[in-house]
């Protein structure tokens, strides 16, 4: 027997003693048996060859960084843009603000325009707006007739023909006068 042999002979001897305890345990594994605590905690009394077989068992290798990688992926998030600000409302139109414009003249059951013949809906003491200012006019220069009251009927009043140009700067003389007098 020669040295070199014996020596191999012995490094089986060796091998073979300390993969025993694995040998029963994969052998137990084919069977269904095995705990897993058992078998790592034999994968790392075999220490030559843990980093051989440990992988296979999840046994931790050298690295260890692989732990710490899956937790930050873990955090990271999936593709795709993150959700956007909600943008902000748009302004209401018409922010309930005050009605503009006059009120419905047939409002509240108005009536006609004091004045025969006019038709045009009443605004102030019975007359429209144009006949009112008309009425103004008159009351001012003292030129109302007796039928023009406040609140007259609608279609009630006979219209007053006021005279033009020279006529009524005539006319208005002559109610200057009255009034003077
Ligand atoms: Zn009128």
């Known amino acids: ?53 440990g992988p296979l068992f999840g046994v931790a290798g050298g690295g260890g960084g692989g732990g710490a990688a899956a937790a930050r992926g873990a955090g990271r998030r999936g593709p795709g843009r993150p959700a956007r600000a909600a943008a902000p409302a748009p302004v209401a139109a018409s922010s309930g603000g005050k009605k503009r414009g006059r009120k419905p003249a047939t409002e509240g059951g108005a009536r006609d325009c004091a004045i025969i013949g006019c038709g045009k809906p009443s605004r102030t003491k019975g007359y429209c707006a144009a006949h009112y200012q008309k009425l103004r006019m008159l009351e001012k220069t003292n030129r109302r007739p007796s039928a023009w009251v406040d609140y007259a009927e609608p279609n009630s009043v006979e219209d007053l023909k006021l005279p033009r140009g020279r006529a009524a700067a005539k006319a208005l003389a002559e109610s200057n006068q009255k009034n003077a007098g």
């Open 1 to 53: 027997m020669s040295v070199d042999k014996a020596f191999r002979e012995m490094v089986r001897n060796e091998i073979e003693s300390q993969l025993k305890p694995l040998r029963e345990l994969v052998s137990r594994l084919e069977e269904g048996t095995a705990d897993l605590d058992k078998l790592r905690s034999v994968a790392e009394q075999l220490a030559p060859l843990a980093s051989a077989v």
